[in-house]
């Protein structure tokens, strides 16, 4: 079974950054399509960026020119940085994999991210 662990989260003020981390697991990482999604209170799960397994990236407008999704296939991991944070983006944020071989979709346990004005 895929295993997803997130890490990175945290309280920041509005302008502010940070960086989470999701390491993944018993899975050939690097033929994996890896994203980001995000829920904010009384909001429906959102996609924030994705990237393939070719490194195709893509964003959410809302984040678009402030959030950066990568991916380190020896570390077996994928980065969001994020950037000039808002109040809006406060949400818990969640690594999803789209597993190449299984076709099938694995999620971590969520990062609470905080942004206050």
């Known amino acids: 079974q895929v295993q997803l662990v997130e890490s990175g989260g945290g309280l920041v003020q509005a302008g502010g950054s940070l960086r989470l981390s999701c390491a993944a697991s018993?899975?050939?990482?690097?033929?994996?399509?890896m994203g980001w999604y995000r829920q904010a209170p009384g909001k429906q799960r959102e996609l924030v960026a994705r990237i393939t397994s070719g490194r195709s990236t893509n964003y959410a407008d809302s984040v678009k020119g402030r959030f950066t999704i990568s991916r380190d296939n020896a570390q077996r991991t994928v980065y969001l940085q994020m950037n000039n944070l808002k109040p809006e983006d406060t949400a818990i944020y969640y690594c999803?994999?789209?597993?190449?071989?299984?076709?099938?979709?694995?999620w971590g346990q969520g990062t609470q991210v905080t942004v206050s004005s």
């Open positions: 999803n994999l789209e597993e190449f071989v299984s076709r099938t979709d694995f």
């Open positions: 018993r899975t050939i990482f690097s033929v994996n399509t």
